[in-house]
């Protein structure tokens, strides 16, 4: 009798193969599967929210070096101010609700000055605060944001995420750190 000529009940002289998991197998398995699962869950909220920090800092970031090339580009001034939720200036350093970018001359949006930038409230958990409560930032045509250097300090209210500092020099350059301006821990 050949190969091909044997039926499914004989099994003379062929090894027998097992298609599924032993016991032993399929415990280690799920022991490894739930070990791997429950680091995940450590580990994913803390990267999500670094994620979120890092993408609200660029944001902030992309406004001040928006504000500061269309301030060169338009040869004039540009505001750069904590909004409220009626898209006005806000009178606190609470840029929380996000910002408003404009072009004028008196440091205030005035009725029907078209804006050029509106952010959106920052994300969830995450405040931010002007280090010495700096209200506006105004870039002048030459690009420098004059006044005093100013810092931005971004923070998780949960602790999830590390927190960053966006430090602003009065030649309107800003950096980011993470820590003060001045090189000190943050505190949040």
Request: net charge positive; charged share 20%; aromatic share 6%.
């Amino acid at each position: 009798m050949t190969r091909s000529h044997i039926g499914h009940g004989d099994t003379a002289g062929l090894p027998v193969r097992s298609l599924g998991l032993t016991l032993p197998e399929l415990l280690i398995s799920l022991s490894v599967t739930s070990i791997m699962a429950f680091a995940a869950l450590n580990y994913l909220p803390p990267l999500i929210q670094s994620n979120r920090m890092s993408g609200e800092v660029n944001r902030f970031v992309t406004a001040l070096q928006l504000a500061r090339s269309e301030a060169v580009k338009q040869g004039r001034r540009l505001v750069l101010c904590p909004q409220t939720q009626q898209r006005v200036c806000g009178r606190a350093a609470d840029w929380e609700n996000g910002w408003l970018l404009f072009a004028s001359e008196d440091r205030e949006r005035q009725a029907g000055e078209p804006l050029i930038l509106a952010a959106p409230p920052l994300a969830e958990f995450i405040n931010m605060r002007s280090g010495n409560q700096r209200k506006r930032i105004v870039y002048q045509p030459d690009g420098t944001s004059g006044g005093t250097n100013s810092s931005f300090t971004f923070c998780d209210r949960r602790g999830l995420a590390k927190p960053r500092v966006i430090c602003l020099s009065n030649s309107g350059r800003p950096r980011t750190t993470f820590t003060r301006c001045d090189g000190k821990p943050i505190k949040c």
